[in-house]
């Protein structure tokens, strides 16, 4: 009998346990999962999803959830630190930078290579400038299509 008690305490466990949403989703085929974890954060400090002064989970809780290794998540912390996005305070947790507007300079720093490295691309393969422009604008156009999907629509692309 009190064997039986034990079981519906687990089974009971299971069914209130909180579940919550991965903060990010990582990919096996997306490069180094610490560069992921830093390029999320990144991404949703720059649109504003992670406001200034706000806590960000910790580096245990995020390892965690993505079960992945501390050390992985440590070192996405300190390239976010060492970009001045984020602030850890010992004892307190890590937390959004003050300078919010610090988040686009660094999405903006990265587009510009990007641009950079298609430019180079597209001169090595002997493009024209007039050549490279209609891409970038085919590519803008396709991204706007996207974007005015309606949500539904979107899953399907």
């Known amino acids: 009998m009190p064997l039986d008690g034990i079981v519906e305490l687990y089974i009971l466990s299971i069914f209130i346990m909180p579940t919550r949403p991965p903060t990010l989703v990582l990919s096996q085929t997306g490069g180094p999962l610490y560069q992921q974890i830093e390029h999320q954060i990144k991404q949703k400090i720059a649109?504003?999803?992670?406001?200034?002064?706000?806590?960000?989970?910790?580096?245990?809780?995020?390892?965690?959830?993505?079960?992945?290794?501390?050390?992985?998540?440590?070192?996405?912390?300190?390239?976010?630190?060492?970009?001045?996005?984020?602030?850890?305070?010992?004892?307190?947790?890590?937390?959004v930078a003050a300078d919010v507007d610090r988040g686009s300079d660094v999405f903006e720093q990265e587009m510009v290579g990007h641009l950079e490295e298609a430019a180079r691309l597209a001169a090595t393969m002997g493009m024209s400038q007039r050549e490279i422009v209609s891409r970038l604008r085919k590519a803008l156009d396709e991204t706007d299509d996207v974007r005015s999907l309606p949500k539904s629509s979107k899953e399907s692309v």
């Open 47 to 95: 649109v504003g999803e992670w406001a200034a002064g706000d806590e960000i989970p910790s580096i245990r809780q995020l390892a965690a959830d993505l079960s992945v290794s501390v050390i992985t998540v440590k070192r996405a912390y300190l390239e976010l630190e060492h970009a001045g996005l984020i602030v850890t305070q010992h004892g307190k947790g890590s937390f």
